[in-house]
């Protein structure tokens, strides 16, 4: 028998990471993908039960967000970990809306947002609050920290995700773009720049698929991207793709493309064994 549900979705960003965290706006958009968390009763120690996703950085948010007994936590994801696709977000999303589910509570987004970030800070150190943001509020959204994200309308559109088949650690890179400024402020500053010419854009395919791609150069610049996220962009920009660019933190994870006819980029993608996913930008 469940105690308390929750369930959130991940995220994928569409412009504006690391420059994010510097206080420059920043856009993503929940994904259908999403991570599920049961609390079931338990005899001893809350701890996670038989079949749970298991990641030990894991632990200490449940140590912090639950009661220290009584409780058997059962976690089941569909978004990879580590990919740029927020798992550890919904993780923390949906952990805290089964904890408000056992109360027979649903908690508002201050609280989603207030504990959240919390929680969040123990996963990836400095974070910029955006990935549990578009978690907690799903749709499209403009997130400045230290500022109430906007909701954006944008029109219902397919993206496709290409999975580098490795993971990148967020901590580890927003950490190595800290260590490479002042040298590197430039270049977040036109990522962020990047992200204002996009907002009367976005429902222009052609116009906002330029930006992502002039946005992963500027993403190699400031060091985040590898040769295989590289070697993706251009795989996807090589069939069809109106642009690309590395989502997330980079340093692995995925590559997401905006193309308007998706069959000659997954078929090549099919052709090398490279992982593929369909993914709608909601309505927003
Ligand atoms: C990670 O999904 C996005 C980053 O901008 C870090 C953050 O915003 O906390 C790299």
Do not use: W
Request: with cysteine; aromatic share 2%; hydrophobic share 45%.
């Amino acid at each position: 028998m469940d105690l308390g549900v929750g369930r959130a979705p991940g995220k994928l960003i569409l412009l504006g990471e690391h420059a994010v965290v510097y206080g420059h706006r920043a856009i993503a958009v929940a994904v259908s993908l999403g991570t599920t968390v049961r609390l079931r009763p338990r005899e001893g120690p809350t701890a996670t039960g038989p079949g749970s996703v298991e990641d030990p950085r894991m632990r200490a948010a449940l140590a912090a967000a639950l009661p220290q007994s009584g409780l058997e936590v059962r976690i089941d994801s569909e978004l990879p970990i580590g990919r740029g696709m927020g798992s550890s977000a919904a993780f923390t999303v949906a952990l805290l809306r089964a904890r408000a589910a056992l109360d027979g509570r649903i908690p508002t987004f201050e609280e989603l947002f207030r504990d959240g970030f919390a929680l969040e800070r123990a996963f990836h150190g400095n974070p910029s609050g955006l990935d549990h943001t578009v978690s907690a509020l799903g749709g499209a959204i403009l997130y400045r920290r230290g500022e109430a994200p906007v909701r954006l309308n944008m029109t219902r559109r397919e993206l496709i995700v290409l999975d580098s088949g490795s993971a990148g650690d967020t901590a580890e890179m927003v950490a190595g773009v800290a260590a490479r400024r002042p040298a590197v402020d430039a270049d977040l500053a036109a990522l962020g720049a990047i992200v204002e010419r996009s907002l009367d854009r976005l429902n222009d395919p052609e116009a906002l698929g330029a930006l992502m791609t002039e946005a992963h150069a500027g993403l190699r610049r400031i060091g985040v991207s590898t040769p295989r996220l590289d070697a993706l962009v251009q795989l996807a920009l090589d069939n069809g793709a109106l642009g690309a660019k590395l989502a997330g933190a980079g340093g692995g994870g995925v590559v997401v493309a905006l193309t308007a006819a998706p069959d000659p980029l997954l078929r090549a993608a099919a052709e090398l064994g490279i992982v593929a996913m369909r993914c709608m930008v909601p309505e927003g």
